[in-house]
């Protein structure tokens, strides 16, 4: 049972490139932030999540509020999944190229560029994003740090993807029709790799939804709920479905989550609910029941007592917010 795989269907990320650098030091960028990106693009309002895949040399990458550097070589793929703005340079001390000038124009054009710096060493990156929505996607965003990096290099699957993804960047020009659906793929892939790989090397005392996943027990638990999350499910229930006692299937579930299983349930199907409510035209009864709720007046509740208003409210407040009638 793949717990993240699960998540990242209702979650739907999609990816794109929109930068393929090289760079002589000393050089210095300062990238925009995700809510920056995130106007450029066409779709409705999304979370972007941002990533930068270094294939030769060396640098290092700073958030912008954040003082300390983290160094960077050929094989490391850095993520921001909370989408930070940030520094990203190598050599000594120099004016930061403001990336957020050209950003609008590279993703309206949907071409890669190449820039030099000072002449120096060279370092070859390609950069990358990846949407997903805002309400779905912090369930897994919230148990990582500002900056997720990951040599990737070290595992086989990893050097594959790598050169695949490099090869689909390098000839995305001359590849013809489905080029970019194909990096926008290889995009989503690398990202997961990237999660996978970083939960692997969790140490043994971590807590929070991704270590979660990590346990056989936890894992297979949250795999299902978000399965079936409009299942009626009980403590008993999926405690049986996992192989637990009830009291067992609580403690490690509170361990690791600091919460009960149905309490994480309610929690997942009410964001859910946000997420049809917003996207869709479904009444608020037909929203209700889809996400197991058999009684509408229940589900008013529950919603009011996690958003702070009725679902009704809840969906004219955020669709006027994002410019929709």
Not at 36 to 59: C, D, N, Q, W
Not at 246 to 261: G, I, K, N, Q
Not at 271 to 296: F, H, I, M, P, R
């Amino acid at each position: 049972m793949d717990v993240l795989s699960e998540v990242l269907k209702t979650v739907k990320l999609d990816g794109a490139v929109f930068f393929n650098g090289e760079f002589s030091s000393p050089w210095c960028a300062r990238e925009p932030d995700a809510c920056t990106m995130a106007s450029y693009l066409p779709a409705r309002p999304k979370h972007v999540i941002i990533f930068h895949l270094i294939t030769e040399g060396r640098g290092y990458v700073r958030i912008e509020e954040d003082g300390r550097g983290v160094p960077l070589e050929a094989g490391d793929i850095v993520i921001l999944p909370q989408g930070n703005a940030h520094f990203m340079g190598n050599g000594h001390p120099v004016t930061p190229i403001d990336s957020a000038a050209q950003l609008q124009r590279v993703l309206a054009e949907g071409r890669m560029i190449s820039q030099v710096g000072g002449g120096g060493e060279l370092t070859k990156l390609v950069c990358g994003y990846l949407t997903c929505d805002p309400q779905l996607c912090q369930v897994f965003l919230a148990g990582l740090p500002p900056i997720v990096k990951v040599h990737i290099r070290d595992s086989p699957s990893g050097q594959w993807l790598e050169s695949t993804f490099q090869y689909s960047v390098d000839h995305a020009e001359s590849s013809g029709p489905g080029s970019t659906a194909v990096i926008a793929k290889l995009s989503e892939v690398l990202f997961v790799e990237t999660v996978r790989l970083y939960i692997a090397k969790l140490p043994p005392t971590q807590t929070g939804w991704l270590a979660g996943v990590r346990d056989p027990d936890v894992g297979k638990a949250l795999a299902l709920l978000h399965k079936q999350p409009s299942h009626p499910w009980t403590i008993a229930s999926l405690a049986n479905a996992v192989g637990l006692s009830r009291s067992v299937l609580a403690e490690r579930f509170r361990h690791y989550l600091s919460d009960t299983p149905i309490g994480y349930l309610t929690r997942w199907r009410l964001q859910l609910a946000a997420q049809v409510l917003t996207s869709t035209s479904k009444s608020v009864a037909e929203v209700a029941n889809d996400v197991g709720y058999e009684s509408e007046p229940s589900f008013n509740r529950a919603f009011k007592r996690e958003f702070g208003v009725p679902p009704a409210r809840f969906r004219t407040q955020t669709r006027r917010s994002h410019g929709k009638n």
